[in-house]
C-alpha cells in the first residue's frame, strides 16, 4: 500500500534526517531529503510529494516560511512540521497557515507512523482510484462515483460492464447510498448517452398524477388536462428513463409498467393510439424487493422484467475506506462554491468522520460537511466545529450515540455562548481521555486558559 508513495523530508540536522530517511524508507515510503526551506522550496517546484516532514528551526529558510511557499505551488499536499520548540501558539499558527499536523522533537515513532497514514491517505486513495481507472478504461465516465473499497470496485466494475449493453437494471440499495449516481454512470457510458435520460421518483405522485407524467395524456382526459401532453417514456425515447423507488408504485400502475417493458409500447392517459417507444429502463428502490414480491406487494413478473441485471450499493458503514476520500471531495466542492478557505480535516475530526455509522449514507455525509464549511472560521474542520454542528444523529462514535452524547445541533443554537463553550471543552477533554495538553491543543488555547475554565465550572458545582 505504501509503495509509489513520495515524502520530501526536510530538516537542516544531517544525523535526524538520515535517521528519518532510513526509518520511513524502511516503513516502505520513497524518499527525498532537502537540507533547508528554501530547497524543499526548489523540490516541490520541480516534482510532486504525498507528504512533507518539515521542520521548523532552519538557518536560510523556516520552515512555515518554506510552507507558505510550497502552499502557493501545490496546496493540496500535506506538511506535517517538526519542531523542538513545541508550544500551542506555534502548533496553531502552522495549523492556521495550512500544515495538516505537527510533532514534537524527539519523535514519537508510533505517533509519527499514525500521522503519516492518515495525512498520506487522500494520495493513497487517489492513486487507486487512478489505477481503477485504468482498469475500467479510458472512455468510462465516473460520474461522481467515488470509492476505493473493494465493494465499490466490484461494482464500478460491474457498472463499466453492464453499461455497455440494453440490459434493465435494477438498482437496490439504503437511502442516500448514491443509487442514482450509480444510474448515471450506466447512462453516460452506454450508446445512449447523447440521447435523453429522464429521471422520476415514483413515491413523490400519486396514482393518478404519476400515470400522467410516465405515459402522458390527452387533452381533456381529466379536469385541468387542456392540452395533449407528452409523457417520460416518450420524452426519453431513443434515451434512458430512471424510476427511483419503483417498489411505491400502485398495483395498476405496475401492470402498465410491465406492458412497456414487455411490447415496447404505451398508450397515453385518456386515448387510445397505440405509441413505440425505445427506452432502457433503470430502476431503483430502497427495499428488498424479493420480499416485497414474497409478501404479495410487488408483482413477480415485473419483478423478473426490472431484474435483468441487479446491482447492490453498500451503505457507507460498509465502505468505511471511502470516507475521508468523499469528505475530502465534498469540502473542496463546498469550499469552492461558497468561496470560502477551508482546505482540509484535523486527523481527529477525520477519525469523527470515520467511526460514524451514517445512517443517512452518503448524502448525509455531503451534509455534515456543507453545513462545516459554511460556517467554519478555520483553514481546517477541526472535531469541536464538528461537535458543534452535527446533527444529534451525526458524528457519532460508531455506536449510533451522538457527538454531543444527545444534544441535538439544534438545541445547541438556543444554549448560552457560555454553556455552548464549555461543553466543547469538556468534550474535548473527555476525547483526549483527560489529557489538558492534548485538549487544549484541539481547542487551539493554552494549558493555562484551559485549567481556569475547568476550575472556573467546578466552582459553579458549588
Same mark, same amino acid.
Given at each position: ?43 516541490? $517546484? ?16 523556516? /520552515? ?11 496546496? &493540496? ?6 519542531? !523542538? ?8 499558527? #502552522?495549523?492556521?497557515? /495550512? ?22 491517505? @487522500? ?24 470509492? *476505493? ?18 440490459? &434493465? ?25 447523447? #440521447? ?15 400515470? %400522467?407524467?410516465?405515459?402522458? @395524456? ?16 416518450? *420524452?426519453?425515447?431513443?434515451? %434512458? ?10 398495483? !395498476? ?8 417493458? *414487455? ?6 392517459? $385518456? ?24 409478501? /404479495? ?12 441485471? #441487479? ?6 458503514? $460498509?465502505?468505511? +475506506? ?6 475530502? @471531495? ?7 462554491? =461558497?468561496?470560502? =478557505? ?8 477525520? *477519525? ?14 455531503? =451534509? ?24 444529534? @444523529?451525526? $458524528?457519532?462514535?460508531?455506536?449510533? +450515540? ?7 445541533? %439544534?438545541? %445547541?443554537? =438556543?444554549?448560552?455562548?457560555? +454553556? ?17 495538553? +492534548? ?6 488555547? &493554552? ?16
Amino acid at each position: 500500500m505504501k509503495r509509489g508513495l513520495d515524502i520530501l523530508i526536510v530538516d537542516d540536522d544531517l544525523a535526524h534526517r538520515v535517521m528519518l530517511k532510513k526509518l520511513l524508507g524502511g516503513w516502505g515510503y520513497s524518499i527525498t531529503e532537502a537540507d533547508d526551506g528554501a530547497r524543499a522550496i526548489e523540490e516541490v $517546484g520541480r516534482r510532486s510529494f504525498d507528504l512533507i516532514l518539515m521542520d521548523i528551526r532552519m538557518v536560510k529558510v523556516s /520552515g512555515i516560511e518554506a510552507m507558505e511557499q510550497i502552499k502557493k505551488i501545490n496546496p &493540496t499536499v500535506p506538511v506535517i512540521i517538526m519542531t !523542538a520548540y513545541a508550544s500551542v501558539e506555534t502548533a496553531v499558527s #502552522a495549523l492556521k497557515k /495550512g500544515a495538516y499536523d505537527y510533532l514534537t522533537k524527539p519523535l514519537d515513532f508510533d505517533e509519527l507512523q499514525i500521522v503519516i497514514a492518515r495525512a498520506t491517505e @487522500h494520495s493513497l486513495l487517489k492513486k487507486e482510484n487512478d489505477s481503477l481507472k485504468e482498469r475500467l478504461g479510458e472512455k468510462f465516465d465516473r460520474r461522481n462515483m467515488i470509492g *476505493q473499497s473493494p465493494s465499490m470496485v466490484r461494482l464500478l466494475e460491474t457498472v463499466a460492464q453492464v453499461a455497455a449493453t440494453e440490459a &434493465t437494471v435494477m438498482i437496490t440499495g439504503e437511502s442516500g447510498s448514491g443509487k442514482e449516481i450509480i444510474a448515471n454512470a450506466i447512462h453516460y457510458n452506454s450508446n445512449r448517452k447523447d #440521447a435523453p435520460f429522464i429521471k422520476i421518483n415514483c413515491a413523490a405522485l400519486t396514482e393518478t398524477l404519476l400515470e %400522467s407524467e410516465l405515459f402522458g @395524456h390527452e387533452k381533456g382526459a381529466f379536469t385541468g388536462a387542456d392540452k395533449r401532453r407528452e409523457g417520460k417514456f416518450r *420524452q426519453a425515447d431513443g434515451g %434512458s428513463i430512471f424510476l427511483d423507488e419503483v417498489s411505491e408504485m400502485s398495483p !395498476a400502475m405496475q401492470v402498465k409498467l410491465l406492458r412497456v417493458l *414487455q411490447e415496447r409500447e404505451l398508450t397515453r392517459v $385518456g386515448g387510445s393510439e397505440v405509441l413505440k417507444v425505445d427506452v432502457r429502463v433503470i430502476a431503483a428502490s430502497n427495499k428488498d424487493l424479493k420480499k416485497e414480491m414474497e409478501q /404479495g406487494r410487488f408483482r413477480e413478473d415485473l419483478f423478473y422484467r426490472l431484474n435483468v441485471v #441487479a446491482l447492490t450499493v453498500p451503505p457507507l458503514r $460498509g465502505r468505511k +475506506e471511502d470516507i475521508p476520500l468523499l469528505a475530502q @471531495h465534498f469540502l473542496q466542492e463546498f469550499a469552492a462554491k =461558497n468561496s470560502k =478557505n477551508v482546505t482540509s480535516f484535523t486527523p481527529q475530526a477525520m *477519525q469523527k468522520l470515520v467511526e460514524y455509522r451514517w445512517p443517512g449514507n452518503v448524502r448525509e455525509l455531503m =451534509n455534515a460537511v456543507e453545513r462545516a464549511v459554511v460556517l467554519s472560521r478555520n483553514t481546517h474542520l477541526d472535531e469541536v466545529e464538528l461537535t458543534l454542528l452535527m446533527d444529534d @444523529h451525526s $458524528g457519532a462514535n460508531g455506536k449510533g +450515540e451522538s457527538i454531543m452524547q444527545g444534544q441535538s445541533a %439544534s438545541a %445547541s443554537v =438556543n444554549l448560552p455562548l457560555g +454553556e455552548v463553550e464549555k461543553r466543547s471543552i469538556l468534550e474535548a477533554l473527555n476525547t483526549c481521555g483527560g489529557n489538558k495538553s +492534548e485538549a487544549a491543543r484541539r481547542l487551539g488555547i &493554552t494549558r493555562k486558559t484551559l485549567r481556569k475554565k475547568l476550575e472556573k465550572y467546578e466552582e459553579q458545582k458549588q
